[in-house]
């Protein structure tokens, strides 16, 4: 009687996992983009669209190339909370700035290269672009000085949402500073202060 029920167990436990192979193969588990944010676009409201305004300090594009740009003290305020809250803090260098129409208008497309580690979070996946509306709080810098923001170097911090239903796109909020000695003590020191290295 007990070779039976074993024959019978191992045939059952065999049948079992044949089945768990075959559902394996036929609905491999699903796959994930890790690049994907999957925050909601509708989370853009209240502080996150303070913190990541699409924005640009006051004088961070100077139109001397030479001259480090002023401080922007509204705007040293919030870099903790900017630290703290953004996916991703580099610096990057203007490659180009573009344009692309939208509806009856056009937005700014401006072509970004990471230099260096980030200050914080990660840097972007894949190529590093922002698209500046004209509704964007930067949309009248970058219009004023097109030609000098090319080359230049910005802190970015930046923030990514889940795609709307009619793209496949992330969305990225961001702001802009200039590159300077002052910001970047002042974001190594408020790194510190949030326990980052």
Same mark, same amino acid.
């Given at each position: 009687?007990?070779?039976?029920?074993?024959?019978?167990?191992? +045939?059952?436990?065999?049948?079992?996992?044949? #089945?768990?192979?075959?559902?394996? /193969?036929?609905?491999?588990?699903?796959?994930?983009?890790?690049?994907?944010?999957?925050? !909601?676009?509708? *989370?853009?409201? =209240?502080?996150?669209?303070?913190?990541?305004?699409?924005?640009?300090?006051?004088?961070?594009?100077?139109?001397?190339?030479? /001259?480090?740009?002023?401080?922007?003290?509204?705007?040293?305020?919030?870099?903790?909370?900017?630290?703290?809250?953004?996916? =991703?803090?580099?610096? $990057? *260098?203007?490659?180009? &700035? @573009?344009?692309?129409?939208?509806?009856?208008? @056009?937005?700014?497309?401006?072509?970004?290269?990471?230099? =260096?580690?980030?200050?914080?979070?990660?840097?972007?996946?894949?190529?590093?672009?922002?698209?500046?509306?004209?509704?964007?709080?930067?949309?009248?810098? &970058?219009?004023?000085?097109?030609?000098?923001? &090319? =080359?230049?170097?910005?802190? /970015?911090?930046? +923030?990514?949402? %889940?795609? !709307?239903?009619?793209?496949?796109? %992330?969305?990225?909020?961001?702001?802009?500073?200039?590159? #300077? $000695?002052?910001?970047?003590?002042?974001? *190594?020191?408020?790194?510190?202060?949030?326990?980052? !290295?």
């Amino acid at each position: 009687m007990a070779p039976l029920a074993v024959s019978r167990s191992r +045939r059952l436990f065999c049948a079992l996992v044949a #089945s768990a192979s075959l559902a394996l /193969v036929a609905c491999p588990p699903a796959t994930t983009q890790a690049n994907v944010p999957t925050r !909601p676009i509708s *989370k853009w409201t =209240g502080t996150e669209a303070v913190l990541f305004d699409d924005g640009i300090d006051v004088g961070a594009v100077p139109a001397a190339r030479e /001259v480090d740009p002023p401080r922007d003290e509204h705007n040293d305020q919030l870099i903790g909370a900017r630290l703290r809250d953004a996916d =991703g803090v580099v610096i $990057a *260098k203007v490659k180009g &700035v @573009s344009r692309e129409p939208l509806g009856d208008s @056009s937005r700014f497309v401006i072509d970004l290269t990471v230099e =260096g580690e980030p200050l914080a979070g990660k840097a972007p996946p894949g190529a590093f672009v922002l698209r500046i509306s004209p509704d964007s709080p930067s949309f009248g810098t &970058v219009r004023g000085r097109e030609q000098e923001i &090319v =080359g230049r170097r910005l802190v /970015v911090y930046y +923030r990514l949402y %889940a795609p !709307p239903p009619e793209s496949d796109d %992330a969305v990225l909020h961001f702001h802009l500073s200039g590159v #300077s $000695a002052g910001l970047l003590d002042e974001i *190594k020191k408020q790194r510190e202060m949030l326990g980052g !290295p």
